[in-house]
């Protein structure tokens, strides 16, 4: 029985399709409670591969005779392994191409919406990571929010579009994943945006991001709102008066987390003035577009994460915390680990390191945590 190879794109779409899919996942105990492939019709059972070296016998019972069955590890190699000897017993299944290390890089393009005189806007779901990217296009042209480093798949996406390239944007320093905003730029001849505040440390050039700046693109514009917390530089942007792309702001369960930079204390009257101030004073219509999501029930039907605004004003808890303190306390005490490396990809995306590929992906691997749970 030969075993075939799922790819990252297909366990994506079985994920955001809702199909039913059963995951035999051999990494250690460990590194599957941190961060595994999720979804709303996954079942799971982990037992690390030294366990199954003698054989799959025992396990073989415990596998669903009714849905697809994937092996996972980190890298491909051993689940390749697992998924021959089941093989070998007459268990069809299929392993994970490129392991864990695909999914964390995988991005699925999802349209989120239509912009004035004819333009789309799209967002790029990283589903393995909780990463959300963006794509604007009108008129030819197109502006990229918050790229990730897998900067080919904007690059490409672009150009079968038929859209050049004209404004690239970080809404702040990243402390959770690599940007590839500056190296989209450099392809494209693109303008490399990044909030000043953030960028005392970099060392490369950049185009100040300040509030209530604007750039055009086609028949469309980006405008730039000034929204500190989550870091001193944080930005928000609002396209053609229907989508906020809240940065990690603010989030559709949750808000931004201000300790990322060792100063939460300093930040997080300036994250309430944020999203209690300058928020509240924007159009409830606005579509709300996050930097990232916490977990999969954040996900539209259509794999979008979005939703209006004033809805989260009545939905998020984040943003129904009457007393400051209160507020205070949420925000600074009981915080969730930091996001793996979170002080190398800072350094990166100052451009003061230049790690190896290799390297990149394993400052990455595990879950965002760029939220205050």
Known sequence: MSVKAMTAAQVARKVIDNEPLFILDVRNGDA???????????????????????????????????????????????????????????????????????????????????????GELYQFVRIGKGCLSYMAISGGEAAVIDATRMTDVFLNFAQEKGAAIKHVFD??????????????????????YLPPADAEEVVFDYTPLEGGFDAAFGNSKVEALYSPGHT??????????????????????????????????????????????????????????PAHFMIMDELNEDGSVAKKLGDLFKENHGLNIEDEQEFRDMVTKNLPPQPNAYQDIRKTNMGKITPEDEMQREMEIGPNRCAVR
């Open 232 to 289: 001193i530089g944080s930005t928000s942007f609002i396209v053609d008066d229907q989508y906020l792309m809240t940065g990690d702001i603010l989030f559709i369960d949750s808000i931004g987390r201000p300790d990322l930079a060792g100063l939460a204390e300093d930040w997080v009257g300036d994250l309430r003035e944020s999203l209690y101030s300058r928020y509240q004073a924007l159009a409830n219509e606005l579509v709300v577009l």
């Open 171 to 192: 809404s702040h320093l990243h402390a959770d994943h690599i940007s590839g905003g500056r190296q989209i730029a450099q392809a494209t001849g693109a303008t490399y």
């Open 32 to 118: 599957f409670a941190d961060w595994k492939i999720e979804g709303g019709n996954i079942q799971y059972l982990n037992i690390p591969y030294f366990d199954l070296l003698d054989g799959v016998e025992e396990v073989i019972d415990q596998l669903p005779k009714d849905r697809d069955i994937l092996v996972v590890c980190a890298k491909e190699g051993s689940s390749i392994m697992v998924a021959d000897m089941l093989a070998d017993e007459g268990v069809e299944t299929a392993y994970l191409s490129g392991g864990m290390k695909a999914w964390s890089e995988h991005l699925e393009p999802v349209k989120v919406g239509d912009l004035k005189d004819g």
